[in-house]
């Protein structure tokens, strides 16, 4: 069965500034995707990020890039200038094809002006 | 286009009561997700269903919970003879069949509070 651990419960970041959070997983299958939720205080999951195992190629959207190491199974979320709406729970997660996503314990990222 | 709507927001029962939560996938829709969030632990997989059809049940408990998703109308998520450990958020979740794999668009949860 799969994992996800995220081994930060909390992190806190100036804002500008920029903050790494940890995603590792365990997994025999060679072909599956990697996610980054967030979770506001609305509670609302929204799609961050997503990468396809078989690219090599870091995946970025705007200020949100990850830093996928497939040998280590590695999966961190780095968030460039932080904003005070950036504050939330992150969730990685794990997805093999056509299956249903794994969670890990989220993160709680707070952005401090 | 709306997104997953779901209701209601908050549900509040006294323990043996029944809970019932829809899920309205969003148009186009046809595979439906729901998974429980318990207070500070990360999203759990319940049930996977297509219309009519329980794909995946595994993350369902055993007693007392049950789901469906009808040709016409929203998915349930019916739990029977609540207890205090089912209070947990039940979020839903829809895709295309063949766009899961970028990820599942979410509803805004059902915060069940069981007293």
């Known amino acids: 069965a799969q994992t996800v651990t995220q081994s930060q419960p909390e992190m806190s970041v100036q804002e500008a500034e920029t903050v790494t959070l940890s995603c590792t997983y365990d997994t025999s299958e060679s072909n599956y995707y990697l996610f980054w939720y967030k979770q506001p205080p609305s509670r609302q999951m929204i799609l961050v990020i997503r990468?396809?195992?078989?690219?090599?190629q870091n995946a970025t959207e705007n200020r949100f890039s990850v830093n996928f190491q497939k040998a280590a199974k590695s999966f961190s979320l780095k968030i460039s200038d932080s904003q005070l709406g950036d504050t939330a729970m992150y969730f990685c997660a794990f997805m093999k094809p056509g299956n249903k996503l794994v969670f890990g314990a989220g993160t709680i990222l707070r952005v401090k002006s | 286009n709306a997104g997953v709507m779901q209701n209601p927001r908050h549900l509040v029962r006294r323990r043996g009561q029944e809970a019932r939560l829809r899920c309205s996938p969003m148009?186009?829709?046809?595979?439906v997700y729901w998974y429980r969030q318990l207070p500070e632990e990360g999203l759990k997989f319940m049930v996977y269903?297509?219309?009519?059809?329980?794909?995946?049940e595994s993350g369902m408990p055993k007693e007392r919970f049950s789901a469906e998703f009808p040709k016409e109308g929203p998915s349930i998520l019916r739990i029977q003879q609540v207890v205090r450990g089912d209070s947990a958020a039940y979020f839903c979740?829809?895709?295309?069949?063949?766009?899961?794999?970028?990820?599942?668009?979410f509803g805004s949860g059902t915060r069940l509070t069981v007293v």
């Open positions: 148009k186009g829709h046809s595979h």
């Open positions: 979740a829809s895709s295309f069949l063949d766009r899961v794999n970028y990820g599942y668009t």
């Open positions: 269903l297509q219309k009519e059809n329980i794909i995946d």
């Open positions: 990468q396809e195992a078989y690219k090599q």
